[in-house]
């Protein structure tokens, strides 16, 4: 899931419209969670500050913070939002050792630069955002489930895969898998493949 904005609005309105959807819409417990941003995109780390305590955002590198599709082309520095299942999903620390307790649900990458070459970087003439959020991850999490194919998204498939089979789904790992395919299939189809 995700939106894109080609010129209309920039950071300041992608991260409130985040921060609402989430904590308002969603009514995800704003004490759990984290926000990371690019180490050098002052901005952003500002502007979270109006919705996140300073001491919950956290300023990482171009691994986890940056995002360019290749060598040339838009890019920029992004921002995620991480949601903290807490210490019955067993251990975690933020950022730098997450476990299974702390996953990322959304990504809000602001690309405000073009690469031309490998060390040449421009400013786009329009920023724009392009955000993205785990629809399994957020289902599960709205669920109140920390395992992705215990959603009603992927529990009818898996049910189906075992009445085909005669299977008993639990601890069937390849119910999963043909789930996940059948999921996919289905976008192909959509899509007209």
Not at 33 to 47: G, N, S
Not at 106 to 123: A, G, H, K
Request: glycine residues 8%; hydrophobic residues 40%.
């Amino acid at each position: 899931m995700g939106n894109f904005s080609f010129g209309d609005y920039f950071k300041k309105d992608a991260i409130a419209f985040a921060w609402e959807l989430i904590t308002k819409e969603y009514a995800l417990p704003k004490d759990r969670l984290y926000v990371t941003v690019f180490r050098e995109d002052d901005d952003a780390e500002k502007l979270w500050q109006d919705w996140v305590p300073k001491d919950r955002i956290f300023r990482l590198d171009e691994k986890d913070n940056f995002w360019q599709m290749g060598e040339t082309g838009p890019c920029g520095p992004c921002s995620e939002i991480h949601f903290d299942f807490g210490p019955d999903a067993g251990p975690g620390t933020f950022p730098h050792d997450p476990g299974e307790r702390i996953i990322e649900i959304w990504n809000l990458v602001f690309m405000q630069f073009e690469q031309v070459t490998p060390s040449e970087r421009i400013n786009l003439p329009k920023p724009s955002i392009d955000t993205g959020m785990g629809l399994e991850r957020i289902s599960a999490l709205l669920q109140g489930t920390h395992d992705n194919y215990a959603t009603d998204l992927m529990r009818t498939l898996i049910r189906a895969v075992a009445d085909a089979t005669g299977i008993d789904p639990e601890g069937q790992v390849s119910h999963r898998v043909i789930a996940d395919h059948l999921r996919a299939t289905s976008f192909l189809i959509t899509d007209g493949v």
